[in-house]
Nanobody
Framework: QVQLVESGGGSVQAGGSLRLSCTAS????????MGWFRQVPGKEREGIAS???????AYVDSMQGRFTISQDNTNDILYLQMNSLEPEDTAVYYC???????????????????????WGQGTQVTVSS
């Protein structure tokens, strides 16, 4: 059973930065994709960025340039560096992973957000104006 534990959330003023971390363990298949999502109350969870073990990354257009996803493959840690934060970035942020047969090869160029099947408990990020 994949376990994902986020840390690094908190409160920051607009224009500030935060770095989220996620420690992953328990993969059944070869680790393939990890990603970050966020959810605002009353709205659907949305994908932010994804990264394959081989290093290919993908971002939603609105996040690119401000958010950077990275990973430490040796220690199975995922990061999200968030800069120039805006009040609209206030949300619960979730770490996610794909753990399924064949995922390592299938998604080595791009990790599709709808295929993520394991989630962390979430960490709150609050940006004040």
């Amino acid at each position: 059973q994949v376990q994902l534990v986020e840390s690094g959330g908190g409160s920051v003023q607009a224009g500030g930065s935060l770095r989220l971390s996620c420690t992953a363990s328990g993969f059944h298949y070869a680790r393939s994709c990890m990603g970050w999502f966020r959810q605002v109350p009353g709205k659907e969870r949305e994908g932010i960025a994804s990264i394959h073990t081989l290093g290919n990354t993908a971002y939603v257009d609105s996040m690119q340039g401000r958010f950077t996803i990275s990973q430490d493959n040796t220690n199975d840690i995922l990061y999200l560096q968030m800069n120039s934060l805006e009040p609209e970035d206030t949300a619960v942020y979730y770490c996610a992973a794909i753990d399924s047969a064949g995922a390592y090869s299938l998604y080595k160029y791009r990790c599709p957000f709808h295929k993520f099947n394991y989630w962390g408990q979430g960490t709150q990020v609050t940006v004040s104006s």
